[in-house]
């Protein structure tokens, strides 16, 4: 979805940096999620957030931190990377209202590779 | 939430009609049934959503037995730019919604 873009699209890095993947969106959402994806195997949650003031832990949140600095802006951080952190990770937003289930929307990924 | 399962790949031709079929026999009262398409390196797209019956947008249909144990995504007339994996989710639509994505189906259109 063009109206979720992260930033940057591609990052290598080494074991023990700290790395930020961005996210800002221009759909008005107040939900954002992170998501990472492994080679052939689904997407598995990280964190997500309701709103700036809500941030909760999703499947896999060992290892990264989030901050929501607005409604728009939704950042991950790997305070200290590991090579096992290496993969395509996502972030997606949906909005709350409206009934039944909301689509979530997503950016085009953020490949990271660490060595 | 409950557990999907379904095909791990299939191949069409192109041209044809393809029906992808995801069983969830522990679905819920309140869940909706969600299939996402994902081409190599973007990320999913939401493309049809059901609760029951039968919906039809201009991608695809999705058709829901009464006891909505299982789905089926239809995608009429296929090409190659249909490839791509499909997955089916089911959730929950109280809450936070969380949805779950497992392996898919990896569809591939052969010319």
């Known amino acids: 979805d063009a109206d979720v873009t992260q930033t940057p699209r591609n990052r290598i890095t080494k074991t023990g940096k700290r790395i930020m993947l961005e996210c800002s969106q221009t759909?008005?959402?107040?939900?954002m999620y992170w998501y990472r994806q492994d080679p052939g195997l689904g997407l598995r949650l990280i964190y997500y957030?309701?709103?700036?003031?809500?941030?909760n832990k999703g499947e896999i949140s060992d290892g990264y931190s989030v901050s929501r600095q607005a409604q728009a802006k939704f950042s991950l951080s790997l305070e200290s990377a590991i090579p096992n952190q290496t993969a395509l990770y996502f972030c997606?937003?949906?909005?709350?209202?409206?009934?039944?289930?909301?689509?979530?929307?997503f950016g085009d990924g953020t490949r990271l590779s660490i060595l | 939430l409950a557990k999907t399962t379904q095909p791990i790949s299939m191949d069409s031709y192109e041209g044809q009609e393809v029906n992808i079929t995801c069983s969830h026999n522990n679905i819920a009262t309140n869940d909706y049934i969600t299939w996402y398409q994902q081409f190599p390196s973007q990320g999913p797209r939401f493309i049809i959503q059901g609760y029951k019956t039968k919906v039809t947008n201009e991608v695809a249909s999705l058709f829901i037995p009464a006891d909505r144990k299982s789905s089926t995504l239809s995608l009429p007339r296929v090409s190659l730019s249909d490839t791509a994996v499909y997955y089916c989710l089911v959730t929950y639509s109280g809450g936070y919604q969380k949805v779950t994505f497992g392996t898919g189906t990896k569809l591939q259109v052969i010319p």
């Open positions: 997606a937003t949906s909005d709350s209202t409206g009934t039944g289930i909301q689509p979530q929307h």
């Open positions: 957030s309701f709103d700036v003031k809500d941030i």
């Open positions: 759909k008005g959402h107040d939900r």
